[in-house]
């Protein structure tokens, strides 16, 4: 992990804009959402990625949701 320090400036509706070669590290683009968390008094701005479909994700339908979540709902109102 790195440690990288910039003074910026607040802009127009209180904008902060990411200086470009930060933003390319860390491979933002426009439209990119971000974590805003205040803590103990400083901004601390997480970049959130999109999670990538993995091979081992399976898809399911609304018919298997159902039928499960409903013999979840018998063993719990049969009490086993």
Same mark, same amino acid.
């Given at each position: 992990m790195s440690l990288v320090s910039r003074v910026v400036r607040i802009g127009r509706k209180l904008a902060i804009y990411i200086?470009?070669?930060?933003?390319? /590290?860390?491979? $933002?683009?426009?439209?990119? /959402?971000?974590? $805003?968390e205040v803590i103990d008094g400083k901004i601390v701005l997480t970049p959130v990625k999109p999670v990538k479909r993995l091979e081992f994700w399976g898809e399911v339908s609304v018919r298997e949701v159902e039928e499960v979540g409903e013999e979840i709902t018998r063993k719990v109102t049969e009490g086993g």
């Open positions: 200086p470009k070669d930060v933003a390319e /590290s860390l491979e $933002l683009r426009e439209g990119d /959402s971000m974590i $805003l």
